[in-house]
């Protein structure tokens, strides 16, 4: 159906590069979609959190902000498990997979099977760490693909192209499914139900886009094609220890870590309080005063507004230290957002 040549080379200047097909490129880029489906729907986690959990919305921001500090432990594990695997199926589809489905069982049991049942701040906490680990999980083995997809410069922008606009399209659907359709079949309230229809949604959606990347990636996902990166090689494997010494070693690394890290943490919190403000603006007027709101609860507690400007100079104090040229790059913009 899609042509008898399982993979394509093309020669520039005497080097043989790999090439992907078009409709392998295509769906590759599926693997973005994937995080963006969760994305959306961790979007609404105040709502569960307060509607099922019995949480203050206020609490749920620090949590959500602070379990993020979880994935500078996961990343470099998972990394380590990714390097030693290596099976005779491969190793992006079974991580992937296996990543998907425990961010989407950690996701259906907060949204579905235990919101509303008189759990606590406990099990939500809990159930948030277990979708990070899946989460980092199917993301970080999906970095992988682009590198194996394809070597040839002229295609590598492409790929960059359809994750791009998977990233785009796939939220902006799901959010018009959701407040649209969902929300007024619901009677425009962030009920339990309506939670758990959004839930199922979502994981619906990255299911299949899991499928289409695991169908793109099946003709690389090959143990021959990682030879020479796998723990299979004589050579000495890389150890905790040896991450250890260059971070360690390292001033312009340790300053790019901590000025990126609150990057994110003040580009997270300025996102949630968008997506809070999105959906009470989508509800009736009556029903949006009563609807719970992560703005409000930060107004009538002004440290959680300084709270959201901390990320911010420690990232402008790291890229002083390493670039001072550069310092005010990146993160005004976030300090606008974010302190608002």
Known sequence: MFGKKKEQS????????????????????????????FYVLLGLASYVANAGYGIATAVVGIILTATRILDGVTDPIIAIIIDKMNTRFGK???????????????????????????HGIVLFVLLYCLYVIGYTMCNVTAQIVPAMLTNDPKQRPMVGVWSTAYNYLVPMILNIVITVMLLPKYGNVYSVEMLAASCIVCVAVSGVGLLLCCIAVSDIDKPENFVGVTSKKK?????????????KSNRALQTFIVAASSDKIASQTASRKKQDNRNRSALPPLTQRAAPSISSHSHAN??????????????????????????????????QSAIR
């Open 10 to 37: 093309v020669e520039t200047n005497g080097i043989v590069y790999r090439r992907a097909k078009t409709w392998r490129v295509a769906l590759a880029g599926c693997s973005s979609g994937i995080g963006m489906c």
């Open 92 to 118: 992006i589809r079974i991580l992937m997979v296996a990543g998907w489905l425990i961010e989407s069982l950690a996701v259906l049991i907060m949204y579905c099977w235990a919101s509303g049942k008189g």
């Open 235 to 247: 050579a000495e494997p890389v150890k905790v220890k040896d991450m250890w010494e260059l971070v």
């Open 302 to 335: 002004p440290a959680l507004q300084h709270f959201s400007s901390v990320p911010v100079i420690l990232s402008l104090f790291c890229r002083y230290l390493s670039q001072p040229k550069c310092c005010i790059y990146s993160s005004s913009a976030l300090s």
